[in-house]
């Protein structure tokens, strides 16, 4: 496994009218990221993996572990496994590295209110009983400030990412890179609505949704090729559409599966 870098879209997870799992959907999903020359694939939040049981996840996982491994490309796998059960997130963080992922991707609780000294103990309990990268989670409900963030990179040996979802990320950005945490690579969520401010700050990659890959890719190798004022162009022609998707939740789930149904 490689840095977890990059354009690491979350899949959608596509449903049938009964509630159950198009599974021969995902499979064309997987494979559509896949071609997409992405550099890693997450099943999160934008997957609405709180509708699924565990065996559910475990097959998700297993299809898209197979789909990249028949394609022979070197995409990370992450896995969002975090829940206010610190022994349901040991659980989930097992499966997922017993079915071949690469990282996992967690937010605190964020159905009690923990102090930072419980944050970092939950951190810690993961990191101390699975060995993978962990990329912790700053979302809107269960934030994580910057002093606290930097702490836990200094602190815990796989703290090593952060994804920030809580705006304006690229202030939060600045700010957390003045603090010269440990080795901590910035990753920017929110549907990428800010890819372009946050690659300029200092973040490393983006996790956005699964609908346009290809044009983030194209973004990201313009950027890594220090075309600014290119990339920036081409991409602000996307912009209106992540932001009109940004309107909800449930709303985007049902856009972005439109948008990927056309694709």
């Not at 071609?35 to 475990?58: H, M, Q």
């Not at 996982?61 to 059960?85: D, E, F, R």
């Not at 499966?95 to 970092?120: H, R």
């Not at 103990?121 to 809107?140: A, C, G, H, W």
Request: proline share 5%; with cysteine.
């Amino acid at each position: 496994m490689g840095q977890i870098i990059g354009v690491i879209p979350i899949l959608a997870t596509p449903f049938n009218k009964n509630g159950d799992i198009n599974f021969k959907d995902y499979e064309k999903e997987c494979e559509f990221l896949i071609n997409s020359d992405v550099n890693g694939i997450g099943l999160a939040l934008g997957s609405e993996i709180f509708k699924l049981d565990f065996e559910e996840k475990e097959k998700l996982i297993k299809i898209l572990y197979k789909s990249i491994h028949q394609s022979k490309k070197n995409i990370n796998i992450i896995v969002n496994t975090g829940t206010s059960s610190m022994n349901e997130t040991i659980r989930l963080s097992k499966q997922a590295k017993d079915l071949g992922a690469d990282g996992l991707m967690v937010m605190p609780p964020n159905l009690i209110t923990l102090n930072d000294s419980e944050i970092m103990q939950y951190y810690e309990t993961i990191s101390d009983n699975i060995p993978l990268p962990i990329v912790m989670q700053d979302i809107p409900g269960a934030s994580l400030s910057n002093n606290l963030i930097a702490n836990l990179a200094n602190n815990i040996e796989y703290c090593r990412y952060v994804k920030l979802e809580v705006p304006p990320t690229p202030l939060k950005i600045e700010g957390l890179l003045n603090l010269n945490p440990k080795d901590l690579i910035i990753l920017g969520g929110a549907s990428g609505n800010y890819y372009i401010e946050e690659s300029l700050r200092g973040a490393k990659g983006t996790m956005p949704g699964s609908y346009i890959p290809d044009v983030f890719v194209k973004t990201y190798k313009l950027l890594n090729n220090n075309k600014w004022e290119e990339a920036y162009e081409y991409f602000n022609n996307y912009v209106p559409m992540l932001r009109y998707l940004s309107q909800g939740l449930s709303f985007s789930y049902y856009l972005s599966k439109y948008i990927l149904c056309k694709r």
